[in-house]
């Protein structure tokens, strides 16, 4: 029994470690803290080099606004701290993360519209956020804009 317990602690990988520090925004859903990449968990942002339409048409960088708007965020209450809950393909990070002021990062983002709820990975635990500023017409709800997950796919419908 012993014997199978020390195999149990030892063989089982260390999915993700938690973090904390000053955050460096790369993109809408992506930071990095002392130099490890974090992603941020069951939400989607645009691409950076993505674009959207306003309200009447007009084409505007999504992407980077949701990037600067992210840094605007995080600097008002530093440190970031991020609790993993895995590792993505690239190795990321991914994690759940808060302002040292305690409001959730994730929920941020959808709820001023500059990330969407991704479903696949969030079961829906953003979703009343994403609804209250597609009716407030946020960030890219205030306009047109191509699923974040699609536009990584070269335009093709992926499914998201």
Known sequence: MLRLLAFLLFATPVIAADISGRASVVDGDTIEISGERIRLNGVDAPESRQTCNDAVGREYRCGKDA????????????????????????KRIIADCKRADGTSVNAWLVANGWALDWVKYSKGRYAPHQISAKAGRLGIWRGEFQLPCEFRAKGGKARC
């Open 67 to 90: 990037a600067f708007a992210l840094d605007e965020f995080l600097a008002a209450s530093r440190p970031t701290i991020c609790v993993g809950v895995g590792k993505d393909r690239y």
